[in-house]
Nanobody, 121 residues
Framework: QVQLVESGGGLVQPGGSLRLSCAAS????????MGWYRQAPGKERELVAA???????DYADSVKGRFAISRDNAKNTVYLQMNSLKPEDTAVYYC???????????????WGKGTLVTVSS
């Protein structure tokens, strides 16, 4: 079994910063891409940022220049540094990782349970 556990969400004022973390644990042979998605009330889940195993990042246009994704492969952890937060960034943020359990199986997508980020004064 594989688990993704997010942490770091909370309430922050507009213009503030938060850092999300997501640690993968369990039966892990390798982790390919990792990423963060978010879902605001009444909206579909959307990609916020993703990062390849080699560290190449990709961002949604709405967060470019404000958010930074990084990963520590030794710790099976991905981070999302969020700066200059806006009320429209309010959402539940979900961690995603494509993980192989052993060398014989194809990678599968795993999801965390989500962490709430609220940007409000």
């Amino acid at each position: 079994q594989v688990q993704l556990v997010e942490s770091g969400g909370g309430l922050v004022q507009p213009g503030g910063s938060l850092r999300l973390s997501c640690a993968a644990s369990g039966s892990i042979f390798s982790i390919n891409a990792m990423g963060w998605y978010r879902q605001a009330p009444g909206k579909e889940r959307e990609l916020v940022a993703a990062i390849s195993r080699g560290g190449t990042p990709d961002y949604a246009d709405s967060v470019k220049g404000r958010f930074a994704i990084s990963r520590d492969n030794a710790k099976n952890t991905v981070y999302l540094q969020m700066n200059s937060l806006k009320p429209e960034d309010t959402a539940v943020y979900y961690c995603n990782a494509r993980i192989s359990g052993n060398r014989y199986t194809l990678p599968m997508d795993y999801w965390g349970k989500g962490t709430l980020v609220t940007v409000s004064s």
